[in-house]
């Protein structure tokens, strides 16, 4: 059973820095992995898809990477700022042309105005 | 992008009543949903893949007679809480991969409460 790691689990940041979150996951195989952002009891929001063929997909101030040797992704937030205050879920497909997706516990964000 | 609604977007009732939870896809069709659960401070379990005309799958340890799921449509799948206790009460929330079959869109999730 593959399971999803993030480290930190929560992180808190004065405004206008730069961070990263770490996913990292067990099983070895080469599948696409998708970043979401969830707030505050809502659902999830898709910020960025990194197709098992991609090292990295990049959508304004966000850059995700993916390290398959070392089975790690991180994402990169640069200039945060207070609505970038969220919890952020790392999570990968279960195959390969597979729909199903395994999501780590996440990381708080906390962007300190 | 792909819009995925769900309704309602929260729902009390009491110990041993049933509840329905719709999950539709607004502008596009989708053969298969998927619906998750998620307590709080835990991540999102799948619980089941919803298929359109035929049987749902269920994870392992997922009760497929409690959680009765119909995908009567393209665009339609509902999840029936029956008979629920309050260990039921989460956060109930389903995607459905998009046309270019690469990424899930997920809808805004239900939040049920047992009491």
């Known amino acids: 059973k593959q399971e999803v790691t993030q480290i930190p689990a929560a992180l808190s940041v004065p405004e206008g820095e730069n961070l990263v979150l770490n996913c990292s996951f067990t099983d070895s195989a080469i599948y696409n992995l998708q970043w979401f952002r969830q707030d505050p009891g809502k659902g999830l929001t898709s910020l960025l898809l990194?197709?098992?063929?991609?090292r990295e997909q990049t959508s304004g101030r966000l850059n995700a990477s993916l390290d398959k040797s070392s089975g790690r992704s991180t994402l990169y937030i640069a200039a945060s700022q207070p609505g970038d205050s969220a919890t952020y879920l790392c999570?990968?497909?279960?195959?390969?042309?597979?729909?199903?997706?395994?999501f780590g516990k996440g990381t708080k964000l906390s962007v300190i105005p | 992008g792909a819009v995925v609604s769900q309704h309602p977007s929260w729902v009390i009732c009491k110990s041993g009543t049933s509840v329905k939870i719709e999950c539709r896809s607004l502008?596009?069709?989708?053969?298969?949903m998927f619906w998750y659960r998620q307590f709080p401070k835990q991540s999102l379990m799948l619980m089941a893949t919803?298929?359109?005309?035929?049987?749902?799958?269920?994870e392992q340890g997922v009760e497929k007679d409690k959680f009765l799921i119909n995908h009567a449509s393209l665009t339609l799948s509902t999840l029936t809480v029956t008979s629920a206790h309050p260990e039921d009460s989460s956060f109930y929330i389903c995607s459905a991969p998009g046309l270019a079959g690469h990424e899930q869109f997920f809808g805004p999730g239900t939040r049920l409460t047992v009491l």
């Open positions: 990194i197709q098992s063929s991609q």
């Open positions: 919803s298929n359109e005309g035929s049987k749902a799958t269920y």
């Open positions: 502008d596009f069709q989708a053969t298969t």
């Open positions: 999570a990968r497909y279960s195959g390969a042309g597979s729909y199903q997706l395994t």
